[in-house]
């Protein structure tokens, strides 16, 4: 009997152990599930007893600690979906950001919520971090935008001159001072990263992103882009730090005409030839000076150096930038850039992305592919475990880093922070910093404010859609007065005496006139842009703009030519018939900035920062 008792207890002791070991298995394969679909939450399997924090959680450790405590219990999955950075217009679904545990969404140029208000965008990343505390272990989403000159997309930000007039201002103070007011704005609405400075040095003025840089001296690109990101990423106490973007990594602005992968352009997206020398000296400075100033990220390009598409080179990431230039923070890949690098086969493409060195991938559509083919490299060894826990250990340093996990959410406290009368009157300083003198042999300028009789005429003379440029509202900008600020012509109006007539027509018809006005103002230059969509040959002005300086020569004493344009114009040909010739670049909301200068209450003080031949 005593035997049977003992053989009783050794069975049930057994039957309990292989129970044990078998829950054990089947758990440990369950947080290792490869397919995202079958993955169950298992919410809050790994949250403390006692509302304790983990230790990632307490921001009295180092940000260090925090990352190696939070990746040692993360599952394969969830790092994957730290490297993912998806387009929000491409979420199929609102909790996938939960069921994919993403870690990092965007608004590309144009992708706004409804409303486009701060209360819109605040809505809308609220909604997204909602999602990230149905998962496990709460990682909070990066949200990135291009404010390359301001919240652009927000209608009624503040839009700042775009950078190649910034160049122009020569002046690293004021442009920290305006990466400190765009990161209050992009802050009041929950949004901690932004894909901004470009730090590429333009070489070729067809390239339609000339005016995203700040010209064609890498010193200069390399002093401003600084203070750029110094502004951009200044400290706030109870707010995490806007991280800023040193883009596009390296050498996009040496591309060849004609030698673009996108069927569509001639110099975006194209190829570069130069050598690894010229490479350094010129359009690697920046980028150094910018690790050197702390940048959290640097995006690779589109385009590639010696047939090879930078999100696949191993070289410049991951010899050159993490392991010569020692840069700690994470490289994302731009839109599309991975599948670009073999763009019929996306395995082979995410797999050389990934061992090259890229962190972050901007998927930005097919995330749920993106998935399936981490998890066959990965299970593979295509990509190592190593890589893996790299990349993500990059990412989830700057979210500690930037205070994110101490608040991701983002209340209307801030909205008075958006369009403040002082982010106006910093982006008018900037304008008439900006503003260069071409050509006024004869002294025609600072023009009177009693003139008794002015004429302005002209494509951009009162329309803040062309005074702004592309990515404002829109990726290719905007027609019209469709947002908040002051067009060429309404700061003319404000700025002569009462008794001044000033009289505007588009197309400079003005048949009532018979004696010649004291001053004609033509305001031309170029429709808005952007990217590879602005790639264009020849530069010089539409049919309409020297129609328009045709008449008004007709009709003045002395003739102005206001340019409103991202880049060298080439008016060689117009420049003997014409007195004063003036480039305010794309000045943005604030018209005032123009007319400062041109009416003579601050004197002209910008400077070519790319070569502008005007005989
Ligand atoms: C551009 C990047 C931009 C990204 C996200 C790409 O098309 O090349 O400069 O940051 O889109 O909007």
């Known amino acids: 009997m005593l035997a049977f008792m003992k053989i009783k207890y050794i069975f049930l002791l057994l039957t309990g152990l292989f129970a044990l070991i078998y829950w054990s298995i089947s758990s440990a394969r369950k947080l290792n599930e490869k397919s995202v679909s079958t993955y169950s939450l298992e919410?809050?399997?790994?949250?403390?007893?006692?509302?304790?924090?983990?230790?990632?959680q307490d921001?009295?450790?180092?940000?260090?600690?925090?990352?190696?405590?939070?990746?040692?219990?993360?599952?394969?999955?969830?790092?994957?979906?730290?490297?993912?950075?998806?387009?929000?217009?491409?979420l199929g679904n609102i909790n996938d950001i939960a069921q994919y545990k993403l870690g990092a969404l965007l608004s590309g140029a144009g992708s706004l919520p409804e409303p486009n208000t701060p209360q819109g965008w605040t809505q809308m990343i609220n909604s997204f971090q909602?999602?990230?505390?149905?998962?496990?272990?709460?990682?909070?989403?990066?949200?990135?935008?291009?404010?390359?000159?301001?919240?652009?997309?927000?209608?009624?930000?503040?839009?700042?001159?775009?950078?190649?007039?910034?160049?122009?201002?020569?002046?690293?103070?004021?442009?920290?001072?305006?990466?400190?007011?765009?990161?209050?704005?992009?802050?009041?609405?929950?949004?901690?990263?932004?894909?901004?400075?470009?730090?590429d040095i333009a070489t070729d003025n067809r390239w339609g992103r000339t005016y995203e840089t700040f010209g064609s001296n890498p010193d200069l690109v390399s002093r401003l882009g600084r203070a750029l990101i110094q502004g951009l990423q200044t400290t706030s106490t109870n707010e995490p730090i806007v991280m800023a973007t040193a883009k596009?990594?390296?050498?996009?602005?040496?591309?060849?005409w004609g030698t673009s992968t996108n069927q569509f352009y001639f110099l975006d997206q194209g190829q570069s030839t130069i050598t690894e020398e010229k490479l350094r000296s010129t359009h690697l400075t920046p980028f150094k000076a910018a690790i050197s100033e702390g940048v959290f990220s640097i995006m690779a390009g589109l385009h590639s150096w010696n047939g090879?598409?930078?999100?696949?080179?191993?070289?410049?990431?991951?010899?050159v930038l993490k392991n010569e230039l020692g840069f700690k923070g994470f490289i994302v890949s731009d839109w599309h850039g991975v599948n670009q690098i073999n763009p019929t086969n996306k395995y082979e493409s995410v797999v050389?992305?990934?061992?090259?060195?890229?962190?972050?991938?901007?998927?930005?559509?097919?995330?749920?592919?993106?998935?399936?083919v981490m998890y066959e490299a990965l299970a593979k060894e295509d990509i190592s475990?190593?890589?893996?826990?790299?990349?993500?250990?990059?990412?989830?340093?700057?979210?500690?880093?930037?205070?994110?996990?101490?608040?991701?959410?983002?209340?209307?406290?801030?909205?008075?922070?958006?369009?403040?009368?002082?982010?106006?009157?910093?982006?008018?300083?900037?304008?008439?910093?900006?503003?260069?003198?071409?050509?006024?042999?004869?002294?025609?300028?600072?023009?009177?404010?009693?003139?008794?009789?002015?004429?302005?005429?002209?494509?951009?003379?009162?329309?803040?859609?062309?005074?702004?440029?592309?990515?404002?509202?829109?990726?290719?900008?905007?027609?019209?007065?469709?947002?908040p600020g002051t067009t060429i012509l309404q700061a003319i109006k404000q700025t002569v005496d009462t008794t001044t007539v000033v009289e505007y027509s588009e197309e400079a018809k003005f048949p009532q006139i018979t004696d010649l006005a004291d001053i004609g103002i033509a305001v031309v230059g170029e429709k808005p842009y952007a990217e590879g969509e602005g790639d264009q040959e020849k530069l010089h002005l539409s049919t309409e703009d020297l129609l328009v300086i045709e008449r008004l020569k007709q009709k003045s004493k002395k003739l102005i030519v206001l340019l409103i344009c991202g880049r060298p114009i080439d008016i060689k040909n117009i420049n003997h018939d014409i007195d004063v010739i003036i480039t305010a670049w794309l000045p943005g909301t604030q018209g005032s900035g123009v007319t400062d200068v041109i009416f003579g209450d601050h004197p002209f003080t910008g400077i070519l920062p790319i070569a502008w031949p005007i005989e």
């Open 59 to 90: 921001s009295s450790l180092s940000s260090e600690e925090r990352v190696n405590n939070l990746l040692s219990r993360m599952t394969e999955s969830e790092k994957i979906g730290q490297m993912a950075l998806v387009e929000r217009k491409y």
């Open 385 to 483: 475990q190593k890589r893996l826990n790299d990349a993500v250990s990059r990412i989830l340093l700057a979210k500690f880093q930037i205070g994110l996990f101490e608040k991701s959410f983002t209340d209307q406290e801030r909205f008075y922070e958006i369009d403040l009368l002082s982010h106006k009157e910093l982006a008018r300083e900037a304008v008439r910093k900006s503003v260069v003198l071409l050509k006024d042999t004869e002294h025609v300028l600072p023009l009177s404010k009693n003139n008794s009789h002015i004429l302005v005429a002209g494509s951009s003379a009162d329309n803040l859609g062309r005074q702004s440029g592309g990515w404002t509202i829109e990726w290719q900008g905007i027609n019209g007065n469709q947002i």
């Open 248 to 256: 596009h990594y390296l050498g996009a602005g040496a591309t060849k």
């Open 352 to 372: 050389k992305a990934i061992n090259s060195g890229i962190d972050m991938v901007m998927i930005p559509d097919d995330y749920k592919e993106f998935f399936e």
């Open 308 to 319: 090879e598409k930078m999100a696949g080179h191993s070289y410049l990431l991951t010899e």
């Open 43 to 56: 919410k809050n399997e790994d949250q403390p007893k006692n509302n304790s924090k983990l230790p990632y």
């Open 130 to 199: 909602e999602q990230t505390q149905q998962t496990r272990l709460q990682i909070p989403l990066l949200y990135g935008v291009d404010a390359v000159h301001g919240h652009g997309n927000l209608a009624g930000a503040t839009i700042f001159p775009h950078q190649i007039g910034l160049g122009a201002t020569h002046d690293e103070n004021l442009i920290k001072r305006i990466g400190e007011a765009v990161a209050k704005e992009l802050r009041a609405t929950g949004i901690y990263w932004n894909f901004a400075p470009s730090l």
